[in-house]
């Protein structure tokens, strides 16, 4: 045969999702790269949107921290991508999907620094694979930013974040990776309850318990403190909605064959998932609070119920979503205050949405799930509620247990390394100024910072640094120059004042005057042309008595002096 032949014989193998060599790639085609032409478009403008959740969690989170630390969890959120997706470039992938001759059931080995060649046939499925899970790998990182929220050292966080792809590639290789243990038992995770969700809950109760509770957080009890933007962590709420359809419907891989029937299916029991929670976390917070909605009952409820979904989205009917979506919700808004009641201070309540919702969304498979004919999905099995035996139960509750311990365990590990290197608490001093001064000169006018820093003054803390600060909001180039026009206006009446003491004494009529003044190194001219009485009219008004020795301020500045710069 020709090597066109061997090529239409390598695709055509490829679509039936075999395991080949091609003769023009140094690729064996697994599943993960069984795409055609539709279905990578499908995952890679599923890719796009996913990547808007980071906007999401950047609005959620910024809303629940005080102002003074708004622009540095924003700025966290950057990071993620940024060091994240460079690093997850770097090893990560490899470390989930490499297929090297080192590859075990632990990790992957194989596969890193990604750059297939222009030649190599399966150079498109590749690049829209590895698109695919940078997405959820960034979307995983980025959980753990809020429960660290205003008592982290920032440069602590660079160095955590650049490093978090460890914790969370080797278990989503153990669920989604060939070589994967948990993958090989027969483990069912379509869109990430379990590596994405679970994996990042554990991590940020891990990093809220080792960083300790933000100063003064349980001094006036255990109730939630003020949120810096409601409306903010509204909006996070509607984009992570928006992002979370593609997160599930994106997860069938595809749109041909049966795959597009179970993408609507997947964005349907989403949406439904996410009123049950809705439901169920209004009746609490209405019930918790008197009749009144608690707003982050009502978003971190909607929010755990999507997390609950996300495991086996294409898998349940309606009525289940409801199900499980509420059950998800009611352990998420029940969950926050235990965690309180045990000081681990999480701002934003990731330890509970993701966390505790991701264990039930994992475990939910096991109960609920259909089978997807003709997708191989759950590999021909039901939940026990379907008809099936105990055994996808079993293995989904295995699955949870091995994510837990390893997002717990691995990211205390971490981050007692990084402490090691930079802390990876703030000074206390420097919390009270907040992150948004201290980190990134950010420096808002309407949170008392004039007040932190007379109390911090007399304590041995380096406020020169920030005493020029300059705060945001305004033009600093206006505010001097309107202290200047202040400044001649000051001088003028002064000059005002001597003239009409001088028009007493001597009883004179002026023609024109013309005085100079000079201020920090500025000339200010201001003429005066009309006669001693149209300048009273002027100046003091009509109505002014002649006698008074304190006249009024000027009211037509324009007319009477010019101000060169």
């Known amino acids: 045969m020709n090597n066109t032949s061997d090529l239409t014989n ?11 060599t091609s003769r023009n790639s140094s690729y064996v085609i697994p599943g993960l790269y069984d795409l055609s032409t539709e279905d990578t478009n499908w995952v890679l403008t599923s890719s796009f949107i996913i990547f808007t959740m980071q906007t999401g969690f950047g609005m959620l989170e910024s809303g629940c921290v005080s102002l003074k630390n708004e622009v540095n969890i924003m700025m966290k959120n950057v990071i993620d991508i940024v060091l994240g997706g460079f690093t997850y470039w770097l090893f990560g992938y490899g470390m989930s999907y490499g297929r090297g001759p080192l590859s075990n059931s632990f990790i992957g080995i194989g ?3 990604l750059d297939p060649p222009v030649n190599d046939p399966l150079m498109g499925q590749i690049f829209a694979a590895f698109l695919f899970q940078l997405s959820f790998a960034t979307t995983a990182t980025t959980i753990v930013s809020g429960a660290m929220a205003e008592r982290c050292n920032f440069k602590a966080y660079c160095l955590f974040s650049f490093l978090n792809t460890i914790i969370y590639c080797i278990p989503s290789g153990w669920v989604w990776g060939e070589h994967g243990f948990l993958n090989q038992l027969g483990a069912v995770d379509i869109a990430g309850s379990g590596p994405v969700h679970l994996i990042g809950g554990t991590a940020a109760f891990a990093s809220a318990y080792m960083l300790g509770p933000r100063i003064g957080r349980y001094s006036d009890g255990y109730d939630p403190l003020p949120l810096g933007n409601p409306v903010n962590a509204c ?14 419907s994106g997860s069938t891989y595809g749109v041909s064959g049966a795959k597009w029937q179970y993408a609507a299916r997947a964005a349907v029991m989403t949406m439904m998932g996410s009123f049950g929670g809705g439901i169920i976390s209004c009746g609490y917070s209405l019930w918790r609070l008197n009749g009144r909605m608690d707003i982050m009952d009502l978003i971190n409820g909607i929010l755990g119920s999507l997390v609950s979904i996300t495991a086996g989205c294409f898998l349940y009917r309606a009525w289940e979503a409801l199900v499980i979506g509420s059950i998800g919700a009611l352990l998420c808004v029940s969950t926050m205050p235990l965690f309180d009641r045990l000081h681990v201070d999480d701002p934003v309540g990731a330890s509970s949405v993701h966390g505790v919702c991701g264990v039930w969304g994992v475990i939910a498979v096991g109960l609920f799930a259909d089978n997807p004919i003709p997708l191989d999905t759950t590999n021909g099995r039901s939940g026990l509620f379907k008809g099936g035996d105990w055994y996808l139960l079993a293995i989904q509750t295995l699955s949870a247990f091995c994510l837990t311990c390893w997002g717990i365990g691995s990211t205390l590990l971490l981050l007692y390394f ?6 990876i608490r703030m000074d206390a001093n420097e919390e009270l100024l907040g992150a948004d001064l201290m980190e990134h000169r950010i ?20 406020l020169n640094k920030i005493a020029g600060v300059q705060p945001i909001g305004l033009n600093p180039g206006h505010e001097k120059s309107l202290a200047q026009l202040r400044a001649a206006d000051d001088k003028l009446q002064q000059w005002q004042i001597y003239l009409n003491q001088t028009e007493r004494r001597s009883g004179l009529r002026r023609k024109s005057v ?8 500025k000339t200010i001219h201001i003429t005066e042309r009309n006669e001693t009485n149209a300048f009273k009219d002027s100046y003091r008004g009509k109505n002014n008595d002649s006698s008074t020795s304190t006249p009024s301020r000027f009211t037509e500045p324009d007319s009477s002096f010019v101000w060169l710069d």
Do not use: E
């Not at 990084?418 to 802390?423: L, M, Q, S």
């Not at 420096?443 to 380096?462: F, M, N, T, V």
């Open 10 to 20: 390598d695709s055509s193998t490829l679509l039936l999702g075999l395991k080949v």
């Open 111 to 113: 596969d890193f620094l």
């Open 235 to 248: 909006m996070g709420l509607f984009v992570l909605w928006w992002g979370w359809l593609a997160f599930n």
């Open 418 to 423: 990084v402490n090691k290197i930079v802390p």
């Open 443 to 462: 420096r808002h006018s309407q949170i008392g910072l004039s007040r932190a820093i007379s109390a911090l003054a007399p304590i041995k803390i380096d």
């Open 514 to 521: 013309r005085t100079i003044f000079r201020r920090n190194s």
